[in-house]
């Protein structure tokens, strides 16, 4: 994992289901998939890909890896935080 400013989750579970829940819900509207679309390809419940982008449970290992290889990213990118940009709002 690139983003160590992550690994403060590391010892909350309920922070480490949100960073997972953000990665899954970023990495799949990245492939332009609904939750459902997502959940036939890695085999589980439109329901648990619901619950699990809302943060309210976290991956085990196995279902790290089943999303993983569904949305063609490396497991660890689905723990890492995305870098914020600042914009600047231009008066005119």
């Not at 819900?25 to 459902?36: E, F, K, S």
């Amino acid at each position: 994992m690139g983003d160590r400013a992550g690994a403060r989750w590391a010892d909350d579970p309920k922070s480490f289901a949100a960073v997972v829940g953000d990665g899954v819900r970023r990495h799949r509207q990245a492939l332009g998939w609904t939750q459902v679309q997502l959940a036939e390809s890695a085999g589980l419940s439109p329901n648990y890909i619901a619950r699990l982008e809302r943060g309210e449970l976290g991956p085990s290992f196995f279902v790290a890896h089943q999303l993983s290889r569904s949305l063609g990213v490396p497991v660890g990118d689905l723990c890492e935080t995305p870098q914020r940009t600042t914009r600047r709002r231009i008066a005119g």
